[in-house]
């Protein structure tokens, strides 16, 4: 017998990396990544992608990106949110 599951938050730092053409620190278990100062977070059941600013221990959410079918979508509009604050 053969088991087969997917874990989407495991694909999120992948994706994390292919997107953003870095690798990611890791945060809590794989359901956030750091890429530089902005902690990319998956919450609620890994339908919302949350960019948060980080300042040492203080953080400042800037913005929440749905994700649909596909994480690396998310992450690719979050990217394009966080080029456009630039």
């Not at 902690?39 to 990106?65: C, D, F, N, S, Y």
């Not at 994700?67 to 604050?85: I, T």
């Amino acid at each position: 017998m053969t088991y087969h599951f997917e874990d989407p938050a495991a694909e999120f730092v992948l994706a994390a990396e292919r997107v953003f053409g870095e690798h990611p620190r890791v945060l809590d278990g794989s359901r956030a990544v750091q890429v530089g100062d902005v902690k990319l977070q998956l919450e609620a059941g890994e339908r919302e992608l949350w960019l948060i600013e980080t300042h040492g221990p203080l953080e400042h959410r800037l913005a929440m990106v749905q994700v649909r079918d596909d994480v690396e979508e998310a992450l690719r509009k979050a990217k394009e949110q966080l080029d456009e604050r630039e």
